[in-house]
């Protein structure tokens, strides 16, 4: 008996599906293991080095204070909004613009809404913006402290076809 019980076994083992692989589609992403690391691929030198000079470019000394662009959508303009940092970036050091692009010839019209330690993109939408601030406080010691959380509405004209940018913005505290 013992016999038959094990080529009986040994029968539905071989029967099994062992294409593992083949079943990975099934398992979530979550529970499928990290995938193997590839083998970084050497750079060898095809051609002659250049060297690079520092750029004299005095305009390009603002651009280095970039630290973040984000596109904005859907109200009829080429804008976005703009985060220089400068100063003391610990206190209040991002200065944050609305851009928007007239054209080549005349080039982007700014508005200053502020300098934060901090802000987020809440909404953006057909009339304006919704974003919301920290701000750091100084005091008399020296001392940063966080200030209050603040909510902002940015409002200006709609844009349409021949708009490029509105004439004035404005900045509204929100609850």
Known sequence: MKPLLFLTALVGLAA???????????VPPAEQGAPAAEARVDA????????????????????ASVSNVQPLHDHGYD???LNLTGGDPAANGNHLYLAFFRGPAEGW????????????????????LIFDTTTDVVGPDGNITRGPNQRY?????????EAT???????TPAA
């Open 44 to 63: 060898r030198p095809s051609g002659p080095a250049r060297s690079i000079s520092p750029s004299t470019d005095a305009g390009l000394q603002s651009a």
């Open 16 to 26: 099994c599906d062992t294409g593992v692989e083949s079943r990975k589609e099934a």
């Open 153 to 161: 509405i940015v409002d200006y004209a709609p844009g349409g076809p």
């Open 109 to 128: 019209t700014l508005f200053m809404l502020g300098d934060f330690a901090s802000w987020e993109l809440v909404e953006e939408g057909a009339r304006g």
């Open 79 to 81: 804008a976005k909004l």
């Open 165 to 171: 940018a509105p004439e004035t913005v404005t900045i």
